[in-house]
């Protein structure tokens, strides 16, 4: 009641699975379909459905309630039963081996879901769980595989634990089914990214060796790519990143409703590498919601930018990571070369400077959008910033608040140029960056107009002599 009269429009509450009662006794099944009632055992699942009930009673077009009925969760930072499997996946040699099959929600589906409830303004009640049952004795020896260590499941186990489920429930915790229809999780948007293995690989390190997660942190990069109407050509930008030599990177894709098969073409690129992941967005909300939706949902520590057309050399991460942590550098860009569309020719390569502040920026945008990189430890809620051409203003921005942009000027990346490119468009752009000099940075028309032409003089430079010098060659 306080949430609603605080003027909150969409309530979330996580509830259980425990509202349909327990486990089914070892060597039984129980699977929930939609049609079966909430019939608690204990005074836990009885207080789930009592909030439930409440909740919908004050349900109405300006409070929507998301209900979450979720089975055992697990994953770095969460509790529960998980972590004694793994205690005893690490010290036991043998483990019974029991028939039994159960639904598990790993902690990042979980985290994804919820993002997807809010982004969709959903409500009513959802099922989110796995895309793969689990078993038991087969999870316990795929927990001590991630330690190297080998356990035999002993079968035949099953009638002497029916017996000594007599005295106590914890047989049938362990052992019991429990499982939710798949039909019922099944959602318009994928929030299942890895696999029952997967997720519990990431598990055991994020639980065993808490530093060595805080390593792959350190050193991941997270790739964000807007996507919209690009089936043709997103597979060879997300190809031109796979072929990268530092390989611990994870691709995030936004696609921005699409009329296309886009995500189409992704999800099957995601099926082939886990470092994939697919983000679709219920409207068409353009590049700015695209980009900071993929940054909200980044576990790399640097964040590095590429659009679907565009390419990367193959070794445009591992030398620019290396720049940045030599120099202890929180923003840096490269220099770039263009490309026809329909042709891998060169036509320029775009030298950068050294370094670059906020008044030599205003001169001169040469930052290329996909060659950046930000290091989030330095610059902490880095975002894309609003206005028309959202990548100069975002620079502006950050380079404004003193921080400064550091330029490796090696040849990194590839921009392709064609005549509908709404970058290509210099007499719109000259237009756009006017107005962005006026109104997002708040300038005088008379130092506007300066700058526009010290812009028009460099985009003459950049784009038509030096075409003409690379092409001649």
């Known amino acids: 009641m306080k949430a609603k009269r605080s003027g909150v429009k969409q309530f979330i509450f996580m509830s259980s699975i425990v509202v349909y009662g327990d486990s089914a006794p070892i060597g039984r099944k129980k699977n929930i379909t939609k049609y079966t009632p909430v019939s608690p055992s204990n005074y836990y699942g009885d207080s789930k459905v009592k909030a439930e009930n409440g909740l919908k009673k004050l349900e109405d077009n300006n409070f929507k309630v998301v209900i979450l009925r979720t089975p055992m969760i697990y994953g770095k930072g969460s509790k529960g039963n998980y972590h004694l499997m793994s205690e005893l996946a690490q010290k036991l040699p043998v483990f019974p081996y029991v028939n039994n099959c159960r639904s598990m929600l790993y902690i990042e589906h979980l985290m994804e879901f919820v993002r997807l409830m809010i982004e969709n303004d959903e ?87 808490p530093a060595a997660s805080k390593r792959t942190y350190e050193e991941l990069v997270s790739v964000i790519i807007p996507a919209y109407n690009c089936a043709d050509l997103i597979k060879g930008t997300i190809d031109s990143i796979l072929q990268q030599t530092y390989s611990n990177f994870e691709i995030i894709i936004t696609d921005d409703n699409s009329t296309d098969n886009t995500a189409y073409v992704v999800r099957e ?35 590095a930018f590429v659009d679907a057309d565009d390419l990367w050399m193959p070794k445009k991460l591992e030398l620019q990571i290396a720049f940045m942590k030599a120099n202890s550098y929180e923003f840096t860009f490269t220099a770039y070369e263009t490309f026809r569309n329909g042709s891998m020719k060169k036509c320029a390569v775009f030298e ?57 000027n090696i040849d990194l990346a590839k921009y392709r140029v064609y005549a509908s490119s709404r970058s290509g468009n210099k007499i719109k752009n000259a237009g756009r960056y006017y107005r962005c000099l006026r109104n997002t940075q708040g300038l005088s028309v008379i130092r506007s107009l300066l700058l526009e032409c010290s812009y028009l003089f460099n985009a003459v430079k950049k784009r038509v002599i030096g075409k003409i010098k690379m092409c001649s060659e």
């Not at 362990?174 to 959602?187: C, I, K, P, R, V």
């Not at 950068?352 to 060659?371: E, H, K, M, R, W």
């Open 269 to 303: 690129l995601c099926k082939k590498d886990n470092r994939i992941k697919l983000i679709c967005l219920h409207n068409n909300s353009g590049v700015c919601v695209a980009r900071n939706t993929a940054i909200e949902n980044a576990k790399g520590r640097y964040i």
């Open 352 to 408: 950068v400077p050294d370094s670059i502040n906020y008044n030599q920026y205003l001169l001169n945008t040469i930052i290329g959008n996909l060659t950046v990189i930000i290091d989030r430890e330095l610059i902490p809620d880095f975002r894309i910033k609003e206005g028309e051409l959202e990548d100069v203003v975002t620079w502006m921005y950050y380079l404004k608040h003193g921080y400064i942009a550091h330029g490796l």
């Open 123 to 209: 409500r009513g009640t959802f099922y989110p769980q796995n895309a793969e049952y689990s078993n038991t004795s087969e999870l316990v020896k795929m927990i001590g595989e991630t330690h190297s260590k080998s356990i035999t499941l002993i079968r035949g186990c099953t009638i002497p634990l029916k017996i000594i489920s007599l005295f106590t429930c914890l047989i049938d915790k362990a052992f019991g089914s429990l499982t939710y229809d798949q039909e019922m999780s099944n959602y318009k948007n994928e929030y299942r990214f890895n696999t029952l293995k997967e997720s519990i690989c990431k598990t055991e390190r994020s639980i065993k060796n």
